[in-house]
């Protein structure tokens, strides 16, 4: 197998690739994939259900407080349906800028009601991070949104706003689970499965009970998180199998440690990358200053467009696949979410030595 630094649809541990496999003909027995199953089956039920809890187990969340939802559409539709819920007359949902998603979101929540910037990082060209530590929200404020992670500009936020007491809402989609953070912070966080939670087509919510009882109801049913709550994340045909693959990356989590240890090692990856562009003598840049850099996607240049081709396409021949940077900033960046092993950031590392020794 390659070495996949995917920026998502992103690489799965090879154990929840087979143990896929092994029930994807006969799913526990039953004489039938689970792709054929009812999702009103038992089977079914029971798999959302401990889908659920096992991610909140392993954010250490109380059941009491905070709900999970498995939602389609990925984190993209998150975008609308935050404010949808919970902007109104006299209501402002305020933005933190940090990069092109937390952008989309802010542009989404401007079509639906009122919207404004509260901290943006956009001046440096996304190599910094707005100071979020001395926030000043106006009374006005339905909640303050972040995106915690930068999957494109490769930057993450280490400290979180105090919001005084309004509805902190963040898009976790690119470092859930990648790293601990005090998550009783925030009232609503989302993430789209595809980095470190396992497949696309499913999205994972976690909300407060009392946000997720405050929530506009003049919204389709189809939207709203309280029908989603109610009907346990079935109210409709749910993306069962990428619940399922979902499910078996969250029990590989727990059996690799928990979040501790996915925090661990993604320091360990991270600063094994950090350290070959950083000893590189000017050769390779890194995009983002080290306080605000990512442990998740690392973003780095090279001196020509040129060049950064030919290190992406020769590095791919060489079984390390996906380092080409997102298409709207270019550059190149190696996302190491969870499922990719220390070992494949050391052959990365030496990889980028031995290109620079050849181009320098
Ligand atoms: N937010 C962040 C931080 C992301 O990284 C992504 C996708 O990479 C999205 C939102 C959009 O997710 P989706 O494609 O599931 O809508």
């Known amino acids: 197998r390659a070495w996949n630094f995917n920026p998502g649809p992103a690489a799965l541990p090879l154990e929840v690739l087979e143990r896929a496999r092994e029930t994807l003909v006969d799913y526990d027995g039953k004489g039938m994939s689970l792709l054929e199953m009812s999702h009103r089956s038992e089977e ?67 079509t639906v009601g009122e919207a404004a910037v509260a901290a943006t990082g956009k001046a440096s060209g996304w190599s910094r991070l707005p100071d979020v530590s001395g926030i000043d929200l106006e009374p006005d404020t339905a909640y303050l949104h972040m995106t915690t992670n930068n999957t494109i500009e490769g930057s993450q936020f280490r400290q979180l706003p105090d919001t005084g007491g309004v509805p902190l809402i963040g898009d976790m989609t690119s470092d859930l689970l990648g790293r601990s953070l005090d998550w009783s912070r925030f009232s609503l966080f989302y993430a789209a499965a595809q980095k470190n939670l396992g497949p696309a087509g499913v999205t994972a919510l976690v909300i407060r009970n009392d946000l997720l009882q405050s929530g506009n109801e003049r919204i389709p049913a189809i939207f709203r998180y309280k029908t989603f709550a109610e009907h346990g994340s079935l109210y409709n045909t749910p993306p069962v199998h990428a619940i399922y693959v979902m499910k078996l990356m969250l029990d590989w989590t727990e059996a690799q440690g928990g979040v501790a240890e996915m925090e661990r090692r993604g320091e360990e990856k991270a600063a094994i990358l950090y350290r070959a562009i950083d000893d590189s003598d000017g050769f390779y840049r890194g995009i983002v200053e080290p306080p605000f850099r990512s442990t998740m996607n690392v973003t780095w240049r090279l001196a020509d467009e040129a060049l950064e081709r030919k290190f992406a396409d020769e590095a791919e021949r060489g079984g390390l696949a996906g380092l080409a940077g997102h298409r709207s900033v270019g550059g190149l960046r190696a996302s190491i979410y969870n499922a990719v092993p220390v070992e494949a950031c050391r052959e990365l590392a030496a990889w980028m030595n031995d290109f620079r020794r050849k181009f320098g």
């Open 44 to 110: 079914v039920e029971r798999l959302v259900g401990q889908t659920e809890e096992t991610l909140l187990r392993l954010i250490g969340l109380n059941s009491a407080d905070y709900r999970v939802l498995l939602m389609a559409g990925g984190a993209s539709a998150q975008f609308a349906l935050v404010p949808l819920h919970f902007l109104g007359p006299g209501k402002v949902g305020r933005y933190v800028l940090s990069g092109s998603f937390s952008e989309k979101a802010y542009r989404e929540a401007q």
